[in-house]
């Protein structure tokens, strides 16, 4: 009930093409969904996030789409470079404070190659 | 805004000893603060959440003698492994949420724990 699955594991792109990862969940009280990207060595820095009554949030080359009824969402990387090498965590909250748990995706190392 | 500083970002030290961990919210006022574990090519899993001036709550599993929290004001909160053990040795990460930023959870970059 408090997992976030995601996937893939890993993904190796070609410059210039667009990684999909996708999460899914179960708890319908999750109300906050954020997108985290880690460096090696580094902590996760808060990328994009979401909440379910829209569809779709664009910031940069980061989209999400969201899907409540099916309660799945993904992050799209339009454009992808190199330098978007890194493991991305997908998340869900309930939140509805600002002590509120965050559940963390499996995590998708993702590589892009020149 | 929102930015979250740890010290020391790595540390070694032997077994047996004790170390402390700092975080610190250095833009906002931190009304909760979380303390995370993170083993090589692993997610993050929380250890313990602490509210400004109250315990910290653990997660089931982990040790609230062995990993000591205290967040005694609105910036700072402190880990501290005590007696720590080689298998004590992964990367520690805080986080800090606010009134500012409501369910937002913004990450230090993390403490290096390697115990002989």
């Known amino acids: 009930q408090q997992q976030v699955k995601q996937s893939p594991q890993s993904l190796i792109v070609q410059k210039g093409g667009i990684p999909i990862i996708n999460c899914a969940y179960e708890?319908?009280?999750?109300?906050?969904f954020p997108w985290y990207q880690q460096f090696p060595g580094k902590g996760p820095a808060l990328l994009i996030a979401i909440r379910p009554d829209v569809s779709e949030k664009k910031e940069g080359r980061f989209t999400i789409s969201f899907n409540k009824s099916a309660k799945q969402f993904s992050l799209h990387i339009m454009d992808s470079q190199p330098g978007d090498s890194a493991t991305y965590f997908c998340a869900a909250s309930p939140g509805y404070s600002n002590a509120s748990k965050i559940i963390f995706g499996s995590g998708t190392r993702l590589s892009i190659q020149p | 805004g929102a930015v979250v500083s740890q010290h020391p970002s790595r540390v070694i030290c032997k077994s047996g000893t004790s170390v402390k961990i700092e975080c610190r919210s250095l833009d906002f006022q931190a009304t909760t603060m979380f303390w995370y574990r993170q083993f090589p090519k692993q997610s993050l899993m929380l250890m313990a959440t602490s509210n400004e001036g109250s315990k910290a709550t653990y997660e089931q599993g982990v040790e609230k003698d062995k990993f000591l929290i205290n967040h005694a004001s609105l910036t700072l909160s402190t880990l501290t492994v005590t007696s720590a053990h080689p298998e004590d040795s992964s990367f520690y990460i805080c986080s800090a949420s606010g009134d500012r930023h409501q369910e937002t959870q913004y990450f230090g970059p993390g403490t290096r724990l390697l115990v002989l």
């Open positions: 708890n319908t009280a999750f109300d906050y």
